[in-house]
């Protein structure tokens, strides 16, 4: 049975592309701010669960996986154009997240990382008048500067 026919300049250019991409490839991702939240998504079709590891460190997250090749020893090759192997992506995020409260969810084939905006971070509403009781007379005169001599 032939899938496809044989054509050396298109294998060339495969092999040539593949050398020249990055983990990208494997892991492709989406991030978008909804409300008060911050939604990072990223392709690992084939990858089970449990081979994917997340790690947060201060604002640097870090995602890595697996995805092996389900060929097995005297398996004829027709066709590999699905990356295999193992595959990182690492986000830098703002100070304005609260990575300690981020959580993570996978459903086929897409792990999504959600990360709140931190409180402080909110835009908030400030009244005028319940900062406390300090006012400041802004038409109140300065004391004259003394010149250096004893009082007369």
């Known amino acids: 049975m032939t899938v496809m026919r044989f054509d050396p300049f298109r294998e060339l250019d495969r092999v040539t592309e ?3 991409s ?6 492709p991702a989406e991030a978008f701010r909804r409300g008060d939240e ?8 084939g990858v089970a669960e449990d081979d994917i590891a997340l790690t947060v460190e201060r604002n640097v997250v870090n995602v890595a996986a697996s995805r092996m090749s389900p060929r097995q020893e005297g398996d004829q090759v027709l066709v590999d154009e699905r ?16 990575t ?10 897409v792990l999504t990382l ?8 909110k835009p908030r509403q400030i009244k005028i008048g319940e ?16 010149s250096g001599g004893s009082p007369s």
Not at 38 to 45: G, K, Q, Y
């Open 131 to 146: 900062g406390g009781q300090r006012t400041i007379d802004l038409n109140a005169e300065k004391e004259p500067a003394h």
């Open 38 to 45: 911050v939604f990072i998504l990223l392709d690992v079709p």
């Open 100 to 109: 300690a409260r981020m959580s993570a969810d996978y459903d086929r084939g």
């Open 22 to 27: 990055t983990a990208l490839q494997g892991m």
């Open 83 to 98: 990356p295999h192997g193992q595959f990182a992506r690492q986000f830098i995020l703002g100070d304005n997240l609260d």
């Open 114 to 121: 959600t990360v709140p905006v931190a409180e402080q971070s």
């Open 18 to 20: 593949r050398l020249a």
